[in-house]
């Protein structure tokens, strides 16, 4: 006795299977459907009954059929909606424009938050640049358009998305933490992209702005949220600090005795990171650097107590812990730490309001660490769209486990 496959488990909704042919040789299985005319033509915009015009068809890939690769041949009718004018009707199991189905765009969107694009296409035997634009165009999908509406603390942070000086300024709702908006390059017209999308209005209402102590991220602020507090917060300082701090073992690694210059080799992350995470190895080189050189040392000393200096309740006892620390700076005769501590105090309104508003910019903090992480794994990431859609992925990836069909 032969039996069917039952239709609810092919997932095929609105169409019949018309034909089924399958080849050996290339180890495909071809699916032909045909519309279910029992149902009405709907808008594939907004969903409602529209009248036919045209009929079309169309292949697209599917999910592997038992190891198969399939492709399913729909045909379809492009439609005069009386809302939207000329449009493609809804095919439940594929996107308007797709070129797979819905559910072979999840697995593959699913896979690829996991695991490089080369081997999610080896296992759907696929190249990996068509992994790459079903990934691509399932994430476009789903972060087409972030809410901005009430939103009221933002945290705005610049991030490196390759080597030699590139970078895009990526922005947070922090009351609410998530991600809402990537944008490339790190000046005031950078940001002003952001502001133009949130509107005026909306931009009146944001009451604390978290950043750093660039001037163009300042400038960029200013005007568009006029009632924001601007806040430059802990993470933001000692993001600031580290530059600082890398200037400096530059500088002295430049001027040290070629004895010595070994002793600098892969310290830049030593010199910036929590002492409490660093390794045996990571922290005896670490005390051999600072034992040689002097000026490194200070900065590092320095560096520690600066971020002490958050422990302030009052904003009286933070001015004082503030000029403590520029006299400290200004006696090391560094000249880096002298311009940063003049720095501190231009910017002494934006420090002390963290006393009073203390954001928690975690989120910046850890969107850092992945957007690092997308770089390693997908060394050469050279389509940007595509990087900018895996930061909004990383910041809300898709639930465990895979979504089944
Ligand atoms: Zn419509």
Redesign the pocket.
Known sequence: MSAAIPKGILGYARYKLKQISYSKESIEVNVELERDSRHNHL?S??N?K?SPERRKERTVKDLLFHGWKTFTKVEYYEVR?K??GI?VEHIPFIRPCARATKRLEEAVAWLCQHLPLTVVALYFSLNWKTVKNIDKAYLEHRFEAPGLDNITVIGIDEVSYRKGHKYLTCVFDLNDPHLIWVGLGKNKETLSKFFEQLGKERGKRIKAVAIDMSKAYIEGVKEPCPHALIVHDKFHLVQDFNKVMDRIRIDEFKKADEEYKGFFKRTKWLLVMNPLRLKEDGKMRLSQLLNINMPLNTAYTLGEQLKQRWECVTVAQFNKALDNWCEMAYESNLKHLMDFADMLKVHRSGLWSYCLYPINTAILEANNRKVGLIRRKACGFHDLKYFILKIFQADNPLPLPLPVP
């Open positions: 808008c915009v907004c409602q529209a909606c809302q939207c449009r």
